[in-house]
């Protein structure tokens, strides 16, 4: 098993510009999740899915859209790069929404937006 | 809503002294994870705990959950270099997993 992968590893990104970073797990995992990582903020939950066909809003999902057509994939689009947005984003994932469920995330895409 | 607060944000110590992060939350939790990050890299979980006041150990890592079930502590023995990393500890809210801000450790040799 790959677990959870993300593409791309970097990114450089203009103010203004769209992008989506991609999310796939091969675990057969229900639940997903994104987070966004800066320094002194620990993890910040974006938006999280609880199966295919499903998402909702975490913390801080202004400027970020989800979708999940598929159990696999959970892909992050931005919508209009802003230099705010520059952080480390990570992906993850867990066998159900249930909480008792070890997580598991992926290895991160590091952002900049000029 | 929910909060999971974790002290202190950084730690520096000299191998071979102890090392303890704290986690609290404004609510009673159902469980509590910690993960651990190395430098660079992703978080990793390391253990779960459920039950009011349970205590477990894995080598040199002992982890505790309160009786109230709203705060937690991960305390390291005798640091070692590999230790280094930044220790998080997770809470549920709904169906979210809502981390602590995280407290890094740096092991001085």
């Known amino acids: 098993n790959a677990g959870v992968t993300q593409t791309p590893k970097f990114q450089v990104l203009k103010t203004g510009q769209s992008m989506t970073l991609q999310c796939a797990q091969d675990?057969?995992?229900?639940?997903m999740s994104w987070y966004r990582q800066d320094p002194g903020m620990g993890l910040r939950l974006i938006h999280y899915s609880v199966g295919a066909g499903i998402t909702d809003q975490g913390e801080v999902p202004n400027g970020y859209n989800v979708s999940r057509s598929t159990t696999e994939d959970f892909p992050l689009r931005l919508l209009s790069a802003a230099p705010s947005q520059t952080s480390v984003y990570f992906c993850?994932?867990?066998?159900?929404?249930?909480?008792?469920?070890?997580?598991?995330f992926g290895p991160g895409t590091r952002l900049t937006v000029l | 809503g929910q909060q999971v607060m974790q002290i202190p944000q950084y730690q520096h110590v000299q191998e071979g002294e102890d090392f303890t992060t704290y986690c609290n939350s404004s609510?009673?939790?159902?469980?509590i994870q910690w993960y651990k990050q190395r430098p660079g890299g992703h978080p990793v979980f390391l253990i779960q705990l459920v039950k009011s006041g349970e205590v477990k150990k894995q080598k040199r890592l002992t982890f505790q959950f309160g009786e109230a079930k709203k705060n937690s502590s991960l305390h390291i023995t005798a640091t070692q270099t590999t230790d280094v990393g930044t220790y998080f500890c997770?809470?549920?809210?709904?169906?979210?997993?809502?981390f602590g801000q995280g407290t890094e450790l740096s092991v001085k040799p």
């Open positions: 997770a809470g549920p809210r709904g169906g979210k997993l809502i």
């Open positions: 993850a994932s867990r066998l159900a929404e249930i909480s008792y469920n070890e997580q598991f």
């Open positions: 675990m057969n995992h229900e639940y």
């Open positions: 609510t009673t939790l159902s469980n």
